[in-house]
């Protein structure tokens, strides 16, 4: 059974730092693109990033790029999303994602796997 369970939300000021992890548990992370998604109330859901681990490869969106960092540690089957400089727009449910193919992530936004989410609050 595929499971995908995101940890490390919560409650930071504006300019503070979060670290997201996502426990894979079903597959090998090296096997699969993972990654992240969120959705603030009234809003569509976004893509934010992902990453290959097979080869390194990732991917962020334009309002993340440069202030959120994509890791993934293949021995553990965890990866991380490393947010920094947090802004009250970050502000959603974060959702850990994985699909076989990378582009169901990242072009057609319909990954097969997600996770529960995970609660982000910025205040400012």
């Known amino acids: 059974e595929v499971q995908l369970v995101e940890s490390g939300g919560g409650l930071v000021q504006a300019g503070g730092s979060l670290r997201l992890s996502c426990a894979v548990s079903?597959?090998?992370?090296?096997?699969?693109?993972v990654g992240w998604f969120r959705q603030a109330p009234g809003k569509d859901r976004e893509r934010i990033s992902c990453?290959?681990?097979?080869?390194?490869?990732?991917y962020y969106a334009d309002s993340v790029k440069g202030r959120f960092t994509i890791s993934a540690d293949s021995a553990k089957n965890m990866v991380y999303l490393q947010m920094n400089s947090l802004k009250p727009e970050d502000a959603a449910v974060y959702y850990c994602?994985?699909?076989?193919?990378?582009?169901?992530?990242?072009?057609?936004?319909?990954?097969?796997?997600w996770g529960q989410g995970t609660q982000v609050t910025v205040s400012t």
């Open positions: 994602v994985a699909d076989v193919w990378v582009d169901q992530i990242i072009r057609s936004g319909q990954p097969d796997y």
């Open positions: 990453i290959t681990s097979s080869n390194g490869g990732t």
């Open positions: 079903g597959f090998v992370i090296d096997d699969y693109a």
